[in-house]
């Protein structure tokens, strides 16, 4: 999309489909962060695992449905950048969340404060890797 169209949806629609998207990602998050656990993984490393299945979900369901894309960003590109910040912050944050906070109040709740404090910086980090903006 060039700087002189509008957008199709407003921010705020953009906001409720980034956060139904959200939603159903932090629950494919936790599943599989709960799954390889359960396994006897490593709490970091059961992270790690459950970032990239939950990632990979949130880049498509992002990209087709909550933001509009920007064409002039190749699809190759555009998840290059997704992973690099958006899906990075998520995954940074939760895994230090996870790293200074299990020992205190348990890896359960530092798991789910990680997963709250990186969605805010994911819906523009979303936005810039996908529609080409930040606060437009």
Same mark, same amino acid.
């Given at each position: 999309?060039?700087? $002189?169209?509008?957008?199709?949806? #407003? ?9 139904? !998207? ?5 629950? +494919?998050? =936790? ?7 359960? =396994? %006897?993984? #490593?709490?970091?490393? $059961?992270?790690? %695992? *459950? &970032? ?12 087709? &449905? #909550?933001?509009?894309?920007?064409? $002039? +960003?190749? /699809?190759?590109? $555009?998840? =290059?950048?997704? @992973? #690099?910040?958006?899906? /990075? +912050?998520?995954? %940074? ?5 996870? *790293?200074?906070?299990?020992?205190? !109040?348990? @890896? &359960? ?5 990680? @997963?709250? !404090?990186?969605? !805010? /910086? ?5 936005? &810039?890797?996908?529609?080409?903006? /930040?606060?437009?």
């Amino acid at each position: 999309m060039s700087g $002189a169209e509008q957008p199709r949806r #407003s921010t705020g629609n953009k906001i409720l489909r980034f956060a139904i !998207v959200g939603l159903a990602n932090t629950a +494919i998050d =936790l599943a599989s962060f709960f799954l390889l656990f359960k =396994l %006897g993984v #490593s709490p970091l490393l $059961a992270n790690v %695992g *459950a &970032w990239f299945v939950a990632v990979t979900f949130s880049f498509v369901a992002n990209g087709f &449905w #909550s933001f509009e894309r920007d064409r $002039a +960003i190749r /699809l190759h590109d $555009a998840f =290059l950048r997704f @992973v #690099s910040l958006g899906a /990075l +912050i998520s995954l %940074g944050v939760s895994s230090l969340s996870i *790293a200074l906070f299990a020992g205190f !109040v348990g @890896v &359960w709740p530092a798991k789910i404060g990680g @997963v709250v !404090v990186a969605a !805010v /910086l994911n819906f523009l980090a979303a936005r &810039w890797s996908i529609e080409g903006r /930040l606060l437009r």
